[in-house]
């Protein structure tokens, strides 16, 4: 399978900005640090697309890549749950997500990201439960899979299935596992059709004069566990 190309496009900061792309989105939310814009560069087969650092907060505005050749956005979106931003910043963060969420005629759909090696958090449940309420659909991603245990995994897969009806889509940034289920599922919300490796052909040379493979790829199939 020959993954799409990613173009950083545009930052937001308000409100407005945020309601203003035309264009369909999905949008990868989750905790500080859980892996969203690293998981941006895994599925980009790029380093340093998306800034990524040990240090939560890193990612402070909302960046849209563009996905080509299809025209629609994959969102990176500020962690939260950051423990040492102040009260009144996250405060304003939470508001701005939640009318995000709500008031975005163009977002079809939310990632939502959990690290595999906690169990299922309160804000994170929270934040799915709120989603499900206005009728939006989640994918459930684990992230961060190599620093797993396989029964790890499977708690974290059988939790997530019983609050969200689905298990969620285990994946490494570190090591690509789990990116192929990852576009399948994008794809099947947006409803494109990944092309094969043939139709691909044009998006490949596109993707390597546009620099860089940064990770060793690996493409399991959908749902399966870390190896
Ligand atoms: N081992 C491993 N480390 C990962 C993985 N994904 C992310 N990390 C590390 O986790 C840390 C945070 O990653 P980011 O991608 O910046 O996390 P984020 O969710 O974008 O964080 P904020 O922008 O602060 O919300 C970095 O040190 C990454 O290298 C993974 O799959 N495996
Ligand atoms: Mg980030």
Known sequence: MQEPELVLEATAYTIDQLLSRDWRQIALAGRSNVGKSSLINAMARRRTLAKVSSTPGKTRSVNYY????????????????YARASHEERRKWASLLERYLKECR?????????????????????LAEYAKSIGLRVIPVLTKADKCKQ???????????????????????ASRFGMKALWQAVCREMDVELPDEGQAASVAKVAAGAGGDGCAGQSPDAGGTAS
């Open 66 to 81: 563009a996905v080509k050749p299809w025209g629609f956005y994959l969102v990176d979106l500020p962690g939260y749950g």
């Open 106 to 126: 163009e977002l079809v759909c939310l990632v939502l990201l959990v690290d595999g090696r906690l169990a299922p958090q309160k804000i994170d449940v929270q």
């Open 151 to 173: 029964r790890e995994i499977g708690a974290r897969r059988a939790e997530w299935k019983q609050i969200l009806g689905v298990a969620p889509i285990v994946t490494s940034s």
